[in-house]
């Protein structure tokens, strides 16, 4: 190892202690798995689930949110839940529906007494069935998406939609499937 990464590295630990636990946590954790969708464990008894389309029901529609969001989900659940097959039979074990509840964009930053940016805030309303407990749980994810007030609606859409499917699915499979 060179000499000199060797005395930068022994002086900032015995002069930055903090900053060097910090970044040894910061590496343990991600070396730890924390924060990964590979902890979700499901009952050894639940071999099937059937996802149902997420219809859109806010009072803006975006034509492609619900077809994109409802594969993305599809996609997550199948590659992180391996014990179960995704069915679309109606007597499957876990049965998960819901619907987009909000698509409503507020202004969010104002500079020179203008809109500077604006969110849009796209929120999901789940329905859990767990049908082997005869047991049904609804629960709503939102997430906001800022954007430059210098864009229309449609133009936010074009640039935003990626990232709300990819966050939206992921906040959908974390308040399914974690239990924290």
């Excluded at 946590?25 to 099937?48: E, H």
């Excluded at 507020?106 to 809109?115: E, F, L």
């Excluded at 936010?156 to 924290?180: C, H, P, T, V, Y």
């Amino acid at each position: 190892m060179n000499k000199n990464y060797m005395k930068f590295i022994t002086h900032n630990i015995t002069k930055r202690p903090a900053l060097f636990l910090l970044l040894a946590i910061m590496v343990l954790a991600t070396s730890c798995g924390i924060y990964t969708f590979r902890d979700v464990s499901i009952p050894d008894n639940v071999k099937t689930i059937k996802i149902n389309y997420i219809e859109n029901r806010a009072s803006i529609v975006n034509p492609q949110l619900s077809p994109k969001l409802t594969d993305a989900f599809k996609q997550k659940v199948s590659s992180y839940i391996r014990k179960a097959s995704l069915v679309t039979a109606d007597n499957a074990d876990y049965i998960i529906g819901g619907y987009v509840s909000t698509y409503a964009v507020s202004t969010s930053g104002i500079s020179n007494q203008q809109s500077s940016s604006n969110r849009l805030t796209v929120g999901v309303h789940l329905i859990f069935n767990n049908t082997l407990k005869n047991e049904v749980k609804e629960y709503d994810v939102s997430l906001p998406f800022d954007f430059s007030a210098t864009l229309t609606l449609t133009q936010a859409e074009g640039q935003l939609l990626d990232d709300i499917i990819k966050n939206l699915s992921d906040e959908m499979f974390n308040r399914i499937f974690s239990s924290w």
